[in-house]
């Protein structure tokens, strides 16, 4: 019995080898988040995955082709091209998955209303190739039943810079992670990966550690510390005593840098060409404002009647 089992599981693997073995991708890579959904697809399947330019998919060998749309022109030439149903939906982020067959070729066509929505179905067929159930994936269309679905980061950037919930060992041991540009190109992937679109990161007061004040020079942060103090539940996590004066006694410098080192190296970075392995995610706060599809806000809000102050930014990427 356990021999026919994996005979199964062999002869299932095997076809879904076959299915995808000439599966390519056509996008514009000049879209970011065309390529990137690309570039989820290729992870996707077992071998490699070719992409071409968008305007190559008539004659290219390959069965399944998958076709991302990711402008009206686009678009309006695949279903004219193809014959396939438009996208219903103008919504912002909305797509469609349209499935034919031409020339013995298997066409699996994303059309979107816009950028995101070109990521989404992207990911959609990503997702079909992990699990094995491409051969399932039918006509469909989708619109966003929340357009801004986001995740509250509270953002320990250092003991004395502390976030909301900072008064705990965890938070304390994440503070290297929150200067680590792997750490931010993983995350920034994984919520574009998990539909999320909106970044909120909270901080009770991190211009210490983001900016130098030429009337104030010495309240610019030179390093990155986290305090050694062990945490217990006599600590508030409500955004409230959060600094005690032992805390500040017993700190352990992580890493030396001051504001201006750092813009000297953001700005190295920038110039440098994009490592092969990158996803084209961003780090930081700028970037998160050159990247956003919409300006940054932020707002400061009485906390509570002692005189705290909330400072609350978002970021919509």
């Known amino acids: 019995m356990i021999l026919f089992r994996l005979l199964l599981l062999f002869l299932a693997l095997l076809v879904a080898s076959a299915q995808t073995q000439r599966l390519a991708v056509f996008y514009d890579p000049s879209v970011r ?18 992409n071409f330019a968008f305007n190559q998919y008539s004659n290219a060998p390959c069965s399944p082709c998958v076709i991302i749309a990711s402008s009206p022109a686009q678009m309006a030439r695949l279903t004219a091209d193809l014959q396939v149903t438009g996208l219903r939906s103008k919504q912002p ?8 067959t031409r020339q013995g070729r298997d066409l699996i066509v994303v059309l979107a209303a816009d950028s ?11 997702e079909a190739l992990r699990l094995n159930t491409l051969a399932s994936l039918r006509d469909s269309d ?21 976030s909301y919930s900072d008064n705990a060992d965890a938070a304390q041991s994440n503070i290297p992670e929150m200067w680590s540009f792997d750490f931010w190109h993983e995350f920034l992937d994984d919520m574009a990966r998990h539909r999320y679109n909106v970044l909120s990161l909270w901080n009770l007061h991190p211009f210490p550690s983001m900016v130098k004040v ?12 986290r305090t050694t103090v062990r945490l217990d539940d006599t600590y508030s996590n409500l955004g409230e005593d959060m600094v005690r004066p032992e805390t500040l006694a017993h700190l352990e410098t992580l890493r030396t840098m001051t504001i201006d080192e750092i813009k000297r190296e953001y700005k190295e970075m920038l110039r440098a060409e994009t490592p092969e392995e990158s996803k084209g995610a961003g780090l930081g706060l700028l970037t998160m404002a050159r990247d956003a599809s919409e300006p940054l806000e932020f707002e400061f809000t009485p906390a509570n009647a002692a005189g705290n102050v909330m400072f609350c930014l978002r970021a919509t990427i």
């Open 93 to 100: 982020q909305s797509y469609a998955i349209r499935r034919v």
């Open 33 to 50: 988040r065309a390529e990137f959904a690309a570039s989820e697809i290729a992870k996707a399947v077992s071998g490699a995955a070719p």
């Open 142 to 162: 989708h619109a966003p039943h929340m357009e801004q679905r986001g995740i509250k980061f509270n953002l320990p950037l250092d003991a004395r810079t502390p």
């Open 214 to 225: 030429p009337e104030y020079p010495e309240v610019a942060l030179s390093d990155v510390k």
């Open 116 to 126: 995101s929505g070109a990521m989404y179905g992207g990911l959609d067929v990503a």
